[in-house]
Antibody
C-alpha cells in the first residue's frame, strides 16, 4: 500500500526557508486523480492545512500562508516538496504530508531557532 | 477568515454513544463541503476515518459513522471502546481551500 515519508532539516534559522520533501512509496505519485497535501501541527495545538498540489502542477494554498509557500512535485522521483520562506518561531511544528487526506506520513518535526 | 468549530471536549462511557459536531462560520455545512473526520492519538499522525460526509475508509471501524445534523457535520461513535479515546478533527473543503476544525478531545471514562 502507499506510504509517505517526510524528510528535511529539523532545525531552520529565523528568516530562512524551510524545505521538506515527501517521498511516496508503494505506488506512483502520478496514478489516479489524487492531490498531495502538506499539513502542520504546532506542539499541543490543532492541525493546519498548508496547501496541496495535483500532479498536473495545479496548486492551492492556505490564504494565511500563501505569500510564503511553494509546493512542487517531481514525478520522476515520486516526490513532492514544500518550501516555506521567511520562517519565524511560529512556524515550529510537526509537518505532515498526505495523499488526498486519506494516507498520511508519520510527520517530521521542524524547529525554527537561531 | 473561515472558522470551523468543534466541541473542545466530550466525555463518554465505554459502550455508550457520542456525537461530535463540526460547524462552519459561513453557515450550514452541506455535502458540498465534503466533510472529513480524523482521529489522532498522542504521538501519532492523524488517521482518516470518514470522507465526503459519511463514507468510511476500508480501515474505519463500523462503530464510526458520519452524517449531517442540524446544519453541521457530525461524527457518531456507537459502542465506544476505550481505544477510541483520542483527539478528533473535522475538515471542510471551501473550494480550493481546506480548513480543519480545532479538534475535540474525546475522553472515555
Amino acid at each position: 500500500q502507499v506510504q509517505l515519508q517526510e524528510s528535511g532539516p529539523g532545525l531552520v534559522k529565523p528568516s530562512q526557508t524551510l524545505s521538506l520533501t515527501c517521498t511516496v512509496s508503494g505506488g506512483s505519485i502520478s496514478s489516479g486523480s489524487y492531490y498531495w497535501s502538506w499539513i502542520r501541527q504546532p506542539a499541543g495545538k490543532g492541525l493546519e492545512w498548508i496547501g496541496r498540489i495535483y500532479t498536473s502542477g495545479s496548486t492551492n494554498y492556505n490564504p494565511s500562508l500563501k505569500s510564503r509557500v511553494t509546493i512542487s512535485v517531481d514525478t520522476s522521483k515520486n516526490q513532492f516538496s514544500l518550501k516555506l520562506s521567511s520562517v519565524t518561531a511560529a512556524d515550529t511544528a510537526v509537518y505532515y504530508c498526505a495523499r488526498a487526506m486519506d494516507v498520511w506520513g508519520k510527520g517530521t518535526t521542524v524547529t525554527v531557532s537561531s | 477568515q473561515t472558522v470551523v468549530t468543534q466541541e473542545p471536549s466530550l466525555t463518554v462511557s465505554p459502550g455508550g454513544t457520542v456525537t461530535l459536531t463540526c460547524a462552519s462560520s459561513t453557515g450550514a455545512v452541506t455535502s458540498g463541503y465534503y466533510p472529513n473526520w480524523f482521529q489522532q492519538k498522542p504521538g501519532q499522525a492523524p488517521r482518516a476515518l470518514i470522507y465526503s460526509t459519511s463514507n468510511k475508509h476500508s480501515w474505519t471501524p463500523a462503530r464510526f459513522s458520519g452524517s449531517l445534523l442540524g446544519g453541521k457535520a457530525a461524527l457518531t461513535l456507537s459502542g465506544v471502546q476505550p481505544e477510541d479515546e483520542a483527539e478528533y478533527y473535522c475538515l471542510l473543503y471551501y473550494g480550493g481551500a481546506l480548513v480543519f476544525g480545532g479538534g475535540t478531545k474525546l475522553t472515555v471514562l
